[in-house]
């Protein structure tokens, strides 16, 4: 039973193309994360979101900032998405204010967080919030290591989700006083795909 399990493990990760081109996702169906998104302002909320996402085996992660156009110009990390099982988390750092429990979640062992450029986000977050992460995959250098050419957030949703993710809001005001829903489903998306896409191919 062991030896089959891994068998079709290693069948179906073969079965994904390792490639793909800006064409091809273009004509993928667009698709989001569907599920509850938990927008998150006040520090008291994100204490009891945080309590739950400490009982989780797996995360997907992901952070946003408002945009730098200038040389030297530096935003702190607004908004940090988590996402568990069931919901995705969208954080307001700027809002909350410290987050213990968040460092909690980061320096535990216990807890597999994955996200695409994860040490880049840790390293933003850490301007803000000193902390130690530990158990954290890059999911680019995890499907590299099993023979994804393509990688990125927008690649490896088409190659292993089938779907084409819209990145328009990326470079939008993470700071706004309301996030637009464009805003919040981008955000949760981001996370969300981190998550599934590692599920899948792992």
């Given at each position: 039973m062991y030896a089959y399990s891994i068998e079709l493990t290693l069948d179906v990760i073969m079965n994904y193309k390792k490639e793909i081109t800006k064409e091809e996702i273009a004509v993928l169906t667009h698709g989001k994360y569907t599920g509850e998104i938990v927008l998150i302002n006040e520090k008291e909320q994100a204490d009891i979101a945080l309590k739950e996402l400490l009982k989780c085996d797996i995360i997907g992660i992901d952070t946003e900032s408002r945009p730098a156009f200038k040389k030297g110009q530096y935003f702190p990390v607004s908004l940090v998405q988590l996402a568990g099982k069931n919901k995705v988390y969208l954080i307001r750092l700027l809002k909350t204010g410290p987050l213990p429990l968040l460092k909690n979640l980061l320096e535990n062992e216990h807890i597999l967080k994955v996200g695409i450029a994860i040490h880049d986000d840790l390293k933003d977050l850490s301007k803000?919030?000193?902390?130690?992460a530990n158990n954290i995959i890059d999911l680019n250098q995890f499907?590299?290591?099993k023979g994804f050419k393509s990688i990125?957030?927008?690649?490896?949703?088409?190659?292993?989700?089938?779907?084409?993710?819209?990145?328009?809001q990326q470079v939008?005001?993470?700071?706004?006083?309301?996030?637009?829903?464009a805003q919040i489903d981008y955000a949760?998306?981001?996370?969300?795909?981190?998550?599934e896409v590692y599920l899948k191919i792992k």
């Open positions: 803000s919030m000193a902390h130690t499907a590299q290591a990125g957030a927008r690649k490896l949703s088409g190659l292993v989700l089938n779907i084409r993710i819209s990145k328009a939008s005001n993470w700071e706004n006083a309301v996030l637009s829903k949760a998306t981001d996370a969300w795909l981190c998550r």
